[in-house]
């Protein structure tokens, strides 16, 4: 059994009474303690501008904690313990005096991890006041993410703080990559010969990565309303699941390792043309339908809402490689909100074999498919041919699952949340799960060019129902290829 050796730290989260941190970080820090996996020494430092009583933020912060965690799931033990670690600071992120508080109360003996759970505008200023204090030696920032609505802002925001902090103390979060099934990509792909032979153009016919959302906007129309499906969810999150399924072997398991393969990647991707705009993406915005048997407003009918708003709230598009490993492989994306289920999942389309032998009404079954699914309910199935069961079937084949269920295998265990093992990771130095500066900025550069055409050609996203899978163009721009996307019904 491994075990792990975490140092101790004071851990200072900045916008500490804001919707993240409320929902996911304390939450997760909750389970790390409850699993023995902070140090006894470590301290909490919740920093927000919210003015008050220490006594009165800590009450409100507990019953936040006890309603994200659970009943099931909350150890009065564990929780006396966290409660006791935890200490509330009024801060004005701006104000560099209002720092001073901070520095004596994280002391000089100990570790800073300061995690940022507020608008990346601020990252510079807040970096520039830890530094002022004495706060930049011994520290490790987290940034949340989006970093920039573009690749020049984005450089703006990284520069800001790299003028305190180093790459190496610098940690960019993407929570996806601290999923437990994201973690098993590199496991399935390079610890299993009977893949990574089979990982290559030769072989795989397409793959597919989805990422649907079943909520509608939730009260966030001011932030996503400027930022849209593409930079909320295709330069992040679909890009870094991307990359881990097509980058090559990394050299070993080091952070720089892994990010110098995933770089590559991202570079490797074709630019779409004005032309591809209108055959290889398709934007949509979601009008009025049903949810859960529930009718829901359309985007423009949300509160707050700009009647006259171009913003799409999904993208589906066909992206290449040009490298040759991937030649001639489409990857297609997909990722919206008010879809029909909240579904995250990655299909890998092998190709069929070259000499067929059995029914041709059959043929367009023999493809085996691997199907990684990140949410609701994390595992890895294999579709795989055999024959069908029966005297009367004779050689009539069927598609059936070789499946590896998380929650079903491995029953007693509890799966992490992603956060959890993100903020592990980061008490223990360790950068691999962590987004480096020329991923992000590459990751822009190819996403800039499809903002760009956009506004260029000014067309108007598609509409599409609530509770439908998008525009109806999303279909064809993988049918006109031959394929559709698995398993929409």
Same mark, same amino acid.
């Given at each position: 059994?491994?075990?792990?050796?975490?140092?101790?730290?004071?851990?200072?989260?900045?916008?500490?009474? *804001?919707?993240?941190?409320?929902?996911?970080?304390?939450?997760?820090?909750?389970?790390?303690?409850?699993?023995?996996?902070?140090?006894?020494?470590?301290?909490?430092?919740?920093?927000?501008?919210?003015?008050?009583?220490?006594?009165?933020?800590?009450?409100?912060?507990?019953?936040?904690?006890?309603?994200?965690?659970?009943?099931?799931?909350?150890?009065?033990?564990?929780?006396?313990?966290?409660?006791?670690?935890?200490?509330?600071?009024?801060?004005?992120?701006?104000?560099?005096?209002?720092?001073?508080?901070?520095?004596?109360?994280?002391?000089?003996?100990?570790?800073?991890?300061?995690?940022?759970?507020?608008?990346?505008?601020?990252?510079?200023?807040?970096?520039?006041?830890?530094?002022?204090?004495?706060?930049?030696?011994?520290?490790?920032?987290?940034?949340?993410?989006?970093?920039?609505?573009?690749?020049?802002?984005?450089?703006?925001?990284?520069?800001?703080?790299?003028?305190?902090?180093?790459?190496?103390?610098?940690?960019?979060?993407?929570?996806?990559?601290?999923?437990?099934?994201?973690?098993?990509?590199?496991?399935?792909?390079?610890?299993?010969?009977?893949?990574?032979?089979?990982?290559?153009?030769?072989?795989?016919?397409?793959?597919?990565?989805?990422?649907?959302?079943?909520? *509608?906007?939730?009260?966030?129309?001011?932030?996503?309303?400027?930022?849209?499906?593409?930079?909320?969810?295709?330069?992040?999150?679909?890009?870094?699941?991307?990359?881990?399924?097509?980058?090559?072997?990394?050299?070993?398991?080091?952070?720089?390792?892994?990010?110098?393969?995933?770089?590559?990647?991202?570079?490797?991707?074709?630019?779409?043309?004005?032309?591809?705009?209108?055959?290889?993406?398709?934007? *949509?915005?979601?009008?009025?339908?049903?949810?859960? *048997?529930?009718?829901?407003?359309?985007?423009?009918?949300?509160?707050?809402?700009?009647?006259?708003?171009?913003?799409?709230?999904?993208?589906?598009?066909?992206?290449?490689?040009?490298?040759?490993?991937?030649?001639?492989?489409?990857?297609?994306?997909?990722?919206?909100?008010?879809?029909?289920?909240?579904?995250?999942?990655?299909?890998?389309?092998?190709?069929?074999?070259?000499?067929?032998?059995?029914?041709?009404?059959?043929?367009?079954?023999?493809?085996?498919?691997?199907?990684?699914?990140?949410?609701?309910?994390?595992?890895?199935?294999?579709?795989?041919?055999?024959?069908?069961?029966?005297?009367?079937?004779?050689?009539?084949?069927?598609?059936?699952?070789?499946?590896?269920?998380?929650?079903?295998?491995?029953?007693?265990?509890?799966?992490?949340?992603?956060?959890?093992?993100?903020?592990?990771?980061?008490?223990?130095?360790?950068?691999?799960?962590?987004?480096?500066?020329?991923?992000?900025?590459?990751?822009?550069?190819?996403?800039?060019?499809?903002?760009?055409?956009?506004?260029?050609?000014?067309?108007?996203?598609?509409?599409?129902?609530?509770?439908?899978?998008?525009?109806?163009?999303?279909?064809?721009?993988?049918?006109?290829?031959?394929?559709?996307?698995?398993?929409?019904?």
């Amino acid at each position: 059994m491994l075990s792990i050796t975490v140092e101790p730290c004071t851990f200072a989260l900045f916008g500490a009474l *804001g919707d993240l941190a409320l929902r996911k970080l304390f939450p997760a820090l909750y389970q790390l303690d409850g699993a023995g996996l902070l140090h006894e020494d470590t301290r909490i430092i919740a920093l927000a501008r919210e003015p008050g009583s220490e006594q009165e933020h800590l009450a409100f912060i507990t019953s936040e904690l006890r309603r994200y965690v659970g009943a099931k799931e909350l150890d009065e033990a564990v929780v006396e313990r966290f409660l006791a670690r935890l200490s509330y600071l009024h801060v004005d992120f701006l104000n560099p005096d209002d720092y001073v508080a901070l520095a004596e109360s994280a002391g000089s003996s100990q570790r800073v991890i300061a995690y940022f759970a507020t608008p990346a505008a601020v990252y510079g200023a807040i970096c520039e006041n830890l530094a002022k204090v004495g706060l930049a030696e011994n520290t490790r920032v987290v940034l949340e993410k989006p970093i920039g609505s573009d690749l020049e802002s984005s450089r703006k925001v990284n520069d800001a703080v790299a003028q305190f902090f180093p790459e190496n103390r610098t940690y960019r979060i993407d929570h996806y990559l601290g999923k437990e099934t994201v973690q098993n990509l590199i496991a399935l792909r390079f610890a299993n010969s009977l893949f990574e032979t089979q990982w290559n153009q030769n072989y795989i016919s397409h793959v597919e990565i989805t990422v649907a959302e079943q909520v *509608g906007i939730e009260g966030r129309w001011g932030y996503f309303d400027k930022a849209g499906q593409l930079r909320d969810m295709i330069q992040n999150h679909l890009l870094q699941l991307l990359c881990l399924i097509a980058m090559d072997p990394p050299a070993d398991l080091s952070a720089d390792s892994i990010r110098d393969e995933k770089v590559k990647v991202l570079k490797a991707l074709a630019p779409i043309s004005p032309e591809g705009l209108t055959t290889q993406v398709v934007r *949509g915005q979601y009008i009025a339908g049903y949810s859960e *048997g529930k009718a829901v407003p359309g985007y423009l009918e949300e509160p707050n809402s700009n009647t006259q708003s171009n913003t799409e709230t999904f993208v589906a598009l066909r992206a290449d490689i040009r490298n040759w490993r991937w030649a001639g492989v489409p990857f297609y994306l997909r990722t919206g909100k008010r879809m029909p289920q909240k579904l995250s999942q990655i299909v890998i389309h092998f190709k069929e074999p070259s000499h067929y032998i059995f029914a041709p009404e059959q043929r367009l079954q023999i493809s085996n498919k691997l199907i990684i699914r990140l949410q609701p309910d994390e595992g890895i199935s294999l579709r795989v041919m055999t024959k069908d069961q029966g005297l009367d079937k004779g050689m009539q084949l069927r598609s059936g699952p070789l499946q590896l269920n998380f929650s079903d295998t491995w029953s007693s265990a509890r799966i992490p949340d992603a956060y959890e093992r993100l903020l592990l990771e980061v008490m223990r130095g360790n950068q691999n799960l962590f987004v480096r500066k020329d991923e992000i900025e590459a990751a822009w550069n190819w996403c800039d060019q499809l903002i760009a055409g956009w506004k260029k050609s000014g067309d108007a996203p598609k509409p599409y129902a609530a509770g439908s899978w998008g525009p109806m163009s999303s279909i064809a721009l993988i049918t006109r290829d031959g394929r559709s996307w698995y398993g929409d019904i």
